[in-house]
């Protein structure tokens, strides 16, 4: 086997294959050669080529996202490194695995006006679980070139750690250092920055390991609940006639079915359940905004709970945000194993536990439901707004909301959802999707600029399909993520192109002004047609239902190649039936 001669390189490559990391994407360069001379070589991982560092950054993620384990991403030194920042704030925020391995010059090159060199130590400290700053291996001092000899004057540390310093100590440093970064990576489920410094020549190899690194076992910090708590929650849960659970997003199958049975026989819970939360019951209250939007002052008054629980990531709905904060429940607490954020201002009681845990715990211990009506009211409010929903939709013309009806009604059982941000997903959040459906999205920032990305990184480690849901800024922004020859024949993207950022004319505004067009909905006529020519993607359009419903089951079929469905709705109708649909609802 060939291996990059470098002992750094080959000790990062050792210890990623230690701790089973398998996926590697890796963007060109010259300074990461020999990380790609290692990854490459090695038959143990799956390694990508992907130029753009943005749009492989989250080709990473949503690898990671699917398979819940850390993935690397390999770049070379300088602006590269920057391209990672959107993908490791979603990460960082979303609670996935991602290692963010970055080759860099050596500190004497640093602040002297080289190319390609920015100060990458550190550097994306406001998102990220752990830096490790690695150090540069000792050579022999003979052996270095003219040109990178170090200056009297320059880095007095740098030419000490250098002449004086023994490369054992500098060997031990960096295993420490990366074992700890993966680690916590793995256990603390978010990214990491590995940063590598390598010294000219970078291509040369060998044929034989220069170093054995040992791998670090992750420290079990696993513990149970104090009963203290667990007996406080029991009190106040047994005494509380309104409670609800809200829950964002979750991964597939993370909450034991059982536990969320219990909870929907108890007549004084609710539970609320994102899009994106993955989760199911016939008892249980989807589409949120659908159901809160329409209540009155009076009825919110009525409705405000005594309790909250809330678990799984960010939430989606604005509009029960509002309610919870205007009507704020004398309790909220929070069940995450990481963080509790105040989203709605009167959080007071932080359960580091799994949902899992925190239910074991605290459900066999109910030995009797309080009387309550809650559930039944909410769910009287669920069925008049389902009618209401069912009447208003035979009605409306063609539009967004008619198109994703039928869109999300199309998506084929037991395939892998992916959705786009803005208006994308709060669209998707009015409509009930089969439960056999494995839903994202990326709503750690909710940006749109790396959807596309995601999803296709998704696909790739899926065995089922994967149908991605998008509207036409965020693919446009993204259309990189195209430039990618590891996209499966099965992959299928919906794309809704209204010609701009329709979400826009939904928020207050003067709507249809030179000023509105251009710099806030920022109207266009871009078509994915050439795109797809370019990257061999079969294209498909529609522009009225009819031609949706002739082509959605051929859309779905088997295929040669990746296909896109365009589907143009008129720009000026989508936020008035939007608009209109909540006051139907009325």
């Given amino acids: ?90 990460a960082f925020y979303s609670d996935i695995p991602l290692v963010v391995l970055s080759a860099d010059r050596p500190k004497h090159l640093i602040g002297i006006g080289d190319g390609q060199t920015i100060n990458q130590k550190n550097v994306f400290e406001n998102h990220i ?40 100590d500098i060997q031990t440093h960096n295993e420490i250092e990366i074992n700890e970064a993966i680690n916590t990576a793995i256990a603390g489920k978010g990214p990491v920055h590995i940063n590598i410094p390598f010294d000219e020549p970078l291509y040369e190899t060998v044929n034989k390991l220069l170093v054995a690194p040992k791998a670090k ?10 009963s203290y708590i667990i007996q406080s929650c ?3 849960w047994n005494s509380a006639p309104k409670k609800m659970v809200l829950v964002g997003v979750c991964n597939p199958n993370e909450v034991e079915q059982k536990w969320l049975n219990e909870l929907a026989e108890d ?34 008054k009525q409705l405000q709970p005594d309790i909250l629980i809330t678990f799984g990531g960010l939430i989606v709905s604005k509009k029960i945000k509002a309610f919870l904060r205007n009507y704020q429940p004398k309790q909220h607490w929070h069940i995450d194993k990481k963080a509790a954020n105040d989203t709605f201002f009167c959080l007071n009681n932080h359960i580091e536990a799994t949902p899992n845990q925190f239910f074991e715990t605290l459900l066999p211990k109910i030995t009797h439901y309080v009387k309550s009506n809650y559930r039944d009211v909410w769910a009287s409010v669920k069925q008049k707004r389902q009618e209401k929903h069912k009447n208003y939709l035979k009605q409306i013309p063609f539009s967004d909301l008619k198109v994703f009806e ?42 749109i600029d790396g959807s596309t990305s995601t999803a296709i990184g ?15 800024l965020s693919f446009f922004y993204d259309s990189n993520a195209l430039w990618n020859k590891y996209i499966p024949k099965n992959f299928r993207i919906v794309l809704i192109n209204n010609q701009g950022g329709g979400i826009f004319r939904i928020l207050p505004g003067h709507k249809n002004s030179t000023n509105f067009d251009n710099y806030f909905e920022t109207t266009h006529n871009l078509t994915a047609k050439h795109l797809c020519k370019m990257y061999g993607i079969e294209y498909m359009s529609a522009t009225t239902m009819l031609q949706i419903k002739n082509k959605i089951q051929s859309f779905y079929a088997d295929s040669e190649s990746p296909k896109l469905l365009e589907i143009f709705t008129p720009r000026t109708i989508n936020d008035e039936v939007l608009l209109e649909y909540f006051n139907f609802l009325k």
């Fill in 1 to 90: 086997m060939i291996y990059p001669k470098i002992p750094l390189a080959q000790t990062v490559v050792q210890l990623c294959k230690e701790k089973k990391i398998k996926h590697i994407i890796i963007s060109p360069g010259s300074r990461n050669a020999p990380l790609t001379i290692g990854f490459t070589n090695d038959p143990y991982f799956s390694c990508y080529s992907i130029v753009d560092e943005r749009c492989a950054a989250f080709f990473a993620l949503g690898i990671a996202q699917r398979l819940q384990q850390p993935t690397a991403v390999v770049c070379t030194s300088g602006s590269a490194l920057l391209n990672y920042y959107p993908a490791v704030s979603e």
């Fill in 129 to 168: 679980l752990y830096s490790a700053n690695l150090k540069l291996d000792i050579k022999d001092e003979n052996n270095i070139p003219v040109h990178e000899e170090l200056p009297i004057m320059k880095n007095i540390e740098d030419k000490l750690e250098r002449l004086l310093g023994f490369q054992k």
């Fill in 217 to 226: 076992d992750i420290e079990a910090k696993s513990k149970s609940i104090d």
């Fill in 234 to 236: 029991l009190e106040d």
């Fill in 267 to 300: 007549n004084s819970v609710i539970v609320f359940t994102e899009t994106t939360s993955n989760l199911h019951h016939s008892s249980f209250f989807p589409n949120i905004d659908q159901i809160i939007a329409p209540l009155t002052k009076e009825e919110q």
């Fill in 406 to 447: 039928t869109v999300l009604q199309s998506v084929p059982k037991n395939s892998v959802l992916q959705i786009g941000n803005s208006s994308a997903i709060r669209y998707a959040q009015l409509f009930s999707l089969s439960k056999t459906l494995d839903v994202y999205c990326n709503r750690g920032t909710s940006g």
């Fill in 458 to 472: 998704s696909a790739v480690v899926s065995k089922e399909q994967t149908v991605f849901v998008t509207g036409d």
